[in-house]
């Protein structure tokens, strides 16, 4: 089918913390600039884990880009002859960023965004639900659980900074605060127990509510 060279297209790429999200946004990023189109690159200011003026995936692999407080600084850093824009953890943004995204499309351009599609609760994180229903493309990855070794589509924390309440949605952080969990092993209303303390591919642990005492 022909599809109009001045058609952009939005892709998401979504799934737990672990799972290989930004390094698959940063496949597709340098991969169209092996083909000459210009790239622009952008992330959250909240999110300086590894760098203030990168999006660097887990394993250190990076691209420069341009950390913004609002979803709104896109569009005035956005330079004419962009032609791919990439956003890396797309749920810390507002819900702004599903009508910016989309404007950047009818202008022609590529947009590609990666992110957590469920927080640590499991429960829908951000603008992400609206966004893969307005996609063209959807990728959802799994990790491995640190559990068993199973398929993991959840984000388990396991450690809270300092000044933290523990009831935030938002806490950045890396293998110091989460990992990644298949269901049976996701704890979602409390920290759970560092998978190092009950060894890799253990026994499926036994949850409170299905636990009997024995007499």
Known sequence: M??????G??????????????EELLRRLKRAQIAKQKVQVFKPKIDNRYSENHVQSHDASRLLSIPIEN???????????????????????DSAIIEIAQKLTFRGIRVIVAGLDMDYKSEPFGPIPILLSVAESITKLNAVCTVCGGFATRTQRISLPKESSGKEQIVVGAHDLYEARCRLHHEP??????AYQFGMHS?????????REKR
Do not use: A
């Open 2 to 7: 022909f599809q109009s060279p001045y058609v």
């Open 189 to 194: 209303h409390q920290l759970g127990i560092p």
């Open 71 to 93: 979803s709104s600084e896109i569009l005035n850093y956005l330079e004419d002859n962009t032609r791919v824009v990439g956003i890396d953890e797309i749920q810390f943004f």
């Open 203 to 211: 026994q499926p642990i036994q949850h409170k509510e299905n636990v």
């Open 9 to 22: 297209q939005l892709e998401v790429i979504c799934g737990c913390m672990f799972s290989g999200k930004t």
